[in-house]
C-alpha cells in the first residue's frame, strides 16, 4: 500500500493510474528547463563570437544553466519519489 498526497492510502491500481500523469508532468518541466538550458548556451556561444564578450553576462548565462539543471535534477528526484516511496506523506514531514 502508497500513500497519496492527502495522506490517504492508495491501491497499487490508483497508485498505476498516476504514473502516467507524474511522467507527462516531469516530461513538461524537463523540456522547459532544457529549452532554456540551449537558450542560454546559444547565447554564451553568441556571446563569445563578439570582439569584446561581456563577461559578466557570460557568467549570469552560465549561472541560469547550472540552476536549471539542478532544478531538472530536483524534479526528477521528486518524481521518482512520488512513484516509489512508501512512506506515507505525513511521516515525511
Known sequence: MTWGHSGQAVSGEQNANH????????????????????????????????????????????????????GACESMRAARSALWRRVPVRARR
Not at 537558450?39 to 554564451?44: E, L, R
Not at 541560469?64 to 539543471?69: F, G, K, P, V
Open 19 to 70: 504514473i502516467p500523469l507524474v511522467v507527462d508532468m516531469v516530461a513538461d518541466e524537463l523540456e522547459q528547463r532544457l529549452c532554456a538550458i540551449t537558450v542560454n548556451a546559444d547565447a554564451i556561444a553568441r556571446m563569445l563570437d563578439s570582439r569584446s564578450p561581456d563577461v559578466t553576462e557570460i557568467r549570469a548565462a552560465l549561472a541560469d544553466i547550472t540552476s536549471e539543471a539542478q
